[in-house]
Nanobody, 122 residues
Framework: QVQLVESGGGLVQPGGSLRLSCAAS????????MEWFRQAPGKEREFVAA????????WYADSVKGRFTISRDNAKNTVYLQMNSLKPEDTAIYYC???????????????WGKGTLVTVSS
């Protein structure tokens, strides 16, 4: 079992930055690909970013490429999402998830956190 707890969401102005964290329980964190998804009001949950088990490979949705950076610290069982140049359309609940194999399909995740709300507004 892996439990995931997100933190770091909040209200930020357009063009601002936020750093999300996702803390994982258990001793198997480093065996999972870690991913971030988001869900805006009235929309489907969508893939944002993923990072390989060792952190050497990263994947991004086109909508966030160049603005967001995913990273992980296996010693701390934590994955991060640094979000820069935020736009109003980035407003959503952000979820972290764990999967044994990289996929952008939300049905492919084994574990989910409960999410943290990010609101981008002036």
């Amino acid at each position: 079992q892996v439990q995931l707890v997100e933190s770091g969401g909040g209200l930020v102005q357009p063009g601002g930055s936020l750093r999300l964290s996702c803390a994982a329980s258990g001793r198997t964190f480093s065996t999972y690909v870690m991913e971030w998804f988001r869900q805006a009001p009235g929309k489907e949950r969508e893939f944002v970013a993923a990072i390989s088990r060792g952190g050497g490979t990263r994947w991004y949705a086109d909508s966030v490429k160049g603005r967001f950076t995913i990273s992980r610290d296996n010693a701390k069982n934590t994955v991060y999402l640094q979000m820069n140049s935020l736009k109003p359309e980035d407003t959503a609940i952000y979820y972290c998830a764990a999967t044994p194999t990289y996929t952008r399909a939300k049905d492919g995740m084994d574990y989910w956190g409960k999410g943290t709300l990010v609101t981008v507004s002036s």
